[in-house]
């Protein structure tokens, strides 16, 4: 929702903030690799029962994650590697948190509601996997409703931490999340299932793949442009239209490259039966140079 709604007013506060962190000398790497360190450390605390030492810890995991991608665009850095590590920085963060939630669940509660942070994960990353899917198969467009919703990682983290003020509080709060989270990616794979509706669509590849979101870290050469600006690179159709097209230039080329050999060839022979014709059909024709022209 957030990501959705209010995602450039958050970039014209956080690029400032990024261009001084540039100038310090810091890279969108230490930044993303100095959250998954946070999201350790909180782990451990929530797991020992120090929930409310867990909500800056948790909200300096959220900053880390906010500011890399800045940090990415005013350096100049951004990358295709730099928004895979970035992905995967965050699904690793989710699972040490919950975690973290898990264990505390399991010294102070039945083993049962152990199970219930594992499940928020589950649903959390059901999310990411539509978003990630519908981009891969050409579906995610700005107007598709794929994107955003009720519970992004976002609102996760914050709705999470609300969880930590009390002891008591922790559990109804992750069955906030859950409910949320799968209503969220209910709500994605209907919009997936709506895009993906009408005539067959041809799979594109994953690096033209549309997003509403800007990349963290997107190729150099698509710096400064918005993300959704890459869904007018490669329509399905026109994607046929040109492989069709390449394939009539080669089959063109090899045509004539196998008339130009049987011109050759038929030259070959006639210049032959010139020179046998010229000597009576016998005698030394066949020891004489024969100018072959090719």
């Known amino acids: 929702m957030f990501d959705g709604r209010w995602r450039h007013g ?9 261009r001084q962190l540039v100038r310090w000398r ?14 350790l450390a909180t782990a451990v605390v929530v797991a020992t029962g120090h929930l409310l030492i867990g909500i800056p ?8 994650d906010l500011f890399d991608g800045p940090v990415a665009k005013a350096a100049g850095t951004a990358s295709t590697r730099g928004a895979l590590f970035d992905s995967v920085s965050d699904r690793v963060a989710d ?3 919950m975690g973290g939630v898990a264990w505390y669940l399991v010294s102070v509660h039945d083993g049962e509601l152990a199970v219930l942070p594992l499940a928020v994960l589950g649903a ?20 598709s409703g794929i994107f955003g919703g009720l519970m992004e990682r976002a609102e996760r983290m914050i709705l999470l931490g609300v969880g930590f003020l009390e002891p008591w509080l922790l559990v109804p709060v992750l069955w906030a999340l859950l409910s949320l989270t799968l209503l969220t990616a209910g709500a994605r794979f209907a919009a997936a299932w709506r895009a993906a509706e009408g005539p067959q669509r041809a799979v594109r590849p994953a690096r033209v793949a549309a997003s509403t979101r800007p990349m963290r870290r997107s190729s150099v ?13 490669g329509d399905a159709e026109q994607s046929m239209r040109a492989r069709g097209e390449l394939t009539a230039r080669w089959r ?12 050759r060839a038929r030259a070959r022979r006639e210049r032959v039966e010139a020179a046998r014709a010229a000597h009576g059909g016998h005698g030394d024709w066949r020891h004489r140079r024969v100018d072959r022209g090719d």
């Open 95 to 97: 699972a040490l948190l």
């Open 26 to 39: 810091v890279t969108a790497d230490v930044v993303t690799g100095s959250g998954l360190v946070f999201a």
């Open 221 to 233: 050469a698509g710096a400064g442009r918005p993300r959704w600006w890459r869904t007018d690179i």
């Open 252 to 263: 063109a080329r090899r045509q004539e490259a196998l008339e130009t050999r049987a011109a």
């Open 57 to 64: 810890l948790l909200a300096i995991t959220g900053f880390h």
């Open 124 to 143: 959390a990353s059901l999310v990411s996997y539509i978003r990630a899917k519908a981009e891969a198969v050409g579906l995610a467009t700005p107007n």
């Open 10 to 18: 958050v970039d014209r506060v956080t690029s400032p903030v990024g």
